[in-house]
């Protein structure tokens, strides 16, 4: 069955240190890997989609995130992070036909100011 | 680029009435639309799944009597909670899928509270 991991519920980090969140997805073919962000009360905003080609995938906000097939992963990165960053992160997998769409349990940013 | 419209944001009602939340593609046709479902500090959960002119294609353990999902064109899907209960309370959240595009594009949710 398919499945989306995100290993940590919470992540603290100071503003303009480098982040990585972590995603591991579980899926019997070429998974079609998303990540989301989601302000407090609000629906959510695409950051980057991986479906096929380069593996390293850049998004809006400066993020970006890297399919390695090898490891079932998807993390996403930034180099800088910003206090406006902090909001709820999801990582989603969907199918090639996109009859199925599943999302992680979600990483929650904190900034350090 | 592609925007969904979700109404109403929000919504108080009362137990035992029936609720119905919109879900509008407004600048591109979706061939298939999703509903989810958020728990407090809960990821998303995926309720039920539409296509246009078809019904709707329901997750295991999701009540298809109680959430009534109808996608009537292109651009509107609709999810009723029926009879709701204060367990229905939550974040609902729908999602578009573009003909042309395999992208997703979000509504801004509804938070239901039924007191």
Redesign the interface.
């Known amino acids: 069955a398919q499945s989306v991991t995100q290993p940590d519920i919470h992540i603290t980090v100071s503003e303009g240190a480098s982040l990585e969140l972590r995603c591991n997805y579980s899926y019997g073919a070429t998974p079609y890997l998303f990540w989301y962000v989601q302000s407090p009360g609000q629906g959510l905003q695409l950051l980057l989609k991986y479906f096929s080609g380069d593996t390293l995938v850049q998004g809006i906000k400066g993020f970006e995130a890297e399919f390695k097939r090898s490891q079932s992963s998807f993390n996403l990165r930034k180099p800088s992070v910003h206090w406006s960053d902090a909001a709820e992160y999801f990582c989603a997998v969907g199918d090639y036909n996109f009859n199925k769409f599943y999302f992680g349990s979600g990483t929650k940013l904190n900034v350090k100011p | 680029g592609a925007v969904v419209s979700?109404h109403p944001s929000r919504v108080i009602c009362k137990s035992g009435t029936s609720v119905k939340i919109e879900c509008r593609s407004l600048d591109f046709q979706a061939t298939?639309m999703?509903w989810?479902r958020q728990f407090p500090k809960?990821?998303?959960m995926?309720m039920a799944?539409s296509n246009e002119g078809s019904k709707a294609?329901y997750e295991q353990g999701v009540e298809k009597d109680k959430f009534l999902i109808n996608h009537a064109s292109l651009t509107l899907s609709t999810l009723t909670v029926t009879s709701a209960h204060p367990e229905d309370s939550s974040?609902y959240?729908c999602?578009a899928?573009e003909r042309t595009d395999?992208?997703?594009?979000?509504?801004?949710?509804t938070?239901l509270t039924v007191v």
């Open positions: 979700q298939t999703f989810y809960k990821s998303l995926l799944t294609t974040f959240i999602s899928r395999y992208g997703y594009t979000f509504g801004s949710g938070r």
